[in-house]
């Protein structure tokens, strides 16, 4: 059995044992201990389990970082999954946005395509549009403002998007499950995703392949409802094979 094949079934038992070893899950696959630990440490490496003394554990809920460490994380990554959004948008479409490390990167990209219209709640992101030379009218939605992420969120900014009509949302998540579909660490933020879905015509999800596979507090949206998932070559066949069976298009 090919490790694309293993994993998969290792990651399974776990969600199903909640914690196994290495020694049972090497007689179980009729595999070394050292093949096992592999197995395990490229399965921690995309969140989807927890290494522990021994074996592994059902991963913990994500907690995001700060924004500065989330920034510098898979960095170049992100920066290509800009580039390849902006060959999704046509000129002129109208785009909620909201506030993350990824839809960050794909500013200067989004800022080269014409007359666009964007509504987000993300400081950061209409600064950084501006300052490419965008010719896009940014509406910058306002409510109680967290430094952090340098975003507006809370009742205002739920109640100003429903006066938005838009042709697609396009969202940062902090994770994303085949079966459970797109999660975020904060429920201010899930909220303001949710509202954007609401009003959109269609759902881009922006995420590096680590975040496929993790699990977060917050629902944002069934895997169906996503209509493209724009993500990075990193993502393994088995979430590949599991996203579009769910009917979501992949650009990696």
């Known amino acids: 059995m090919k490790p694309h094949e293993r994993q998969p079934q290792i990651e399974a038992l776990i969600r199903r044992e909640g914690e196994v070893s290495v020694e049972m899950l090497a007689a179980r ?21 927890q290494k522990v003394h021994g074996g592994a554990r059902r991963p913990w809920l994500v907690a995001e970082p700060s924004h500065g460490e989330r920034e510098v994380a898979s ?22 946005i ?18 666009l219209t964007v509504i987000t709640n993300s400081c950061r992101l209409a600064e950084r549009l501006a300052k490419a030379g965008s010719d896009a009218a ?10 952090d992420n340098a975003q507006t969120t809370g009742s205002a900014v739920i109640e100003q998007i429903a006066f938005f009509r838009a042709d697609r949302a396009i969202l940062t998540v902090a994770a994303l499950d085949p079966a459970q579909g797109a999660m975020d660490a904060s429920l201010d933020e899930a909220q303001v995703a949710r509202a954007m879905i ?11 392949a680590t975040k496929i596979g993790r699990h977060a507090a917050f629902a944002v949206c069934a895997t ?20 579009t069976d769910k009917g979501v298009e992949l650009w990696l």
Do not use: M
């Open 138 to 147: 940014i509406h910058l939605l306002g409510g109680r403002y967290g430094a």
């Open 98 to 115: 909201d506030t993350g490390s990824t839809t960050l990167a794909a500013a200067e990209t989004l800022a080269a395509i014409p007359q």
């Open 198 to 208: 609401r009003n959109a015509r269609q759902v881009t999800i922006l995420a590096d």
């Open 29 to 49: 696959f009729d595999v070394s201990s050292e093949t096992i630990r592999r197995d395990l440490g490229h399965l921690a490496e995309q969140g989807r389990v």
């Open 75 to 96: 960095a170049e990554e992100k920066r290509q999954i800009g580039r390849r959004l902006a060959a999704a948008i046509t000129p002129g479409e109208t785009l909620f």
């Open 224 to 243: 169906n409802e996503i209509g493209l998932l724009v993500t990075d070559g990193r993502l393994d066949k088995a979430h590949r094979e599991a996203l």
